[in-house]
């Protein structure tokens, strides 16, 4: 499985921004995906998670009501659609799939995308 993770950039606060990760995967409905994403300094963190079927989602606190998860199965790509964006989002953001649903921990994920840069503006 591969995951590339793109569409990340500058913008100002209040903004908003739509993350993409294309997978290279045959079945890939049978994988759930999740983001996550590291600041300098700081340890990665988990964003938001989708089922294989998209039907079940989960969001880390800080970003419910602001950040949506969604997948297009027939596109073989995941999505994070980021509004409201605020100074504290900025970080890396990467992709993540694997055949387990229902976890927050990156050491459970097998696979990776390269990670795509937010920059969010004050």
């Known amino acids: 499985v591969q995951l590339q993770a793109f569409g990340g950039g500058l913008v100002q606060a209040g903004g908003s921004l739509r993350l993409s990760c294309a997978a290279s995967v045959r079945a890939f409905s049978r994988f759930a995906l999740a983001w996550f994403r590291q600041a300098p300094g700081n340890e990665r963190e988990f964003v938001a998670r989708i089922s294989g079927s998209g039907r079940t989602t989960y969001y880390y606190d800080s970003v419910k009501g602001r950040f949506t998860i969604s997948r297009d199965n027939a596109k073989n790509t995941g999505y994070l659609q980021m509004s409201s964006l605020r100074p504290e989002d900025t970080a890396i953001y990467y992709c993540?799939?694997?055949?387990?649903?229902?976890?927050?921990?990156?050491?459970?994920?097998?696979?990776w995308g390269q990670g795509t840069l937010v920059t969010v503006s004050s």
């Open positions: 993540a799939a694997d055949l387990n649903y229902g976890s927050s921990d990156p050491q459970l994920y097998s696979y």
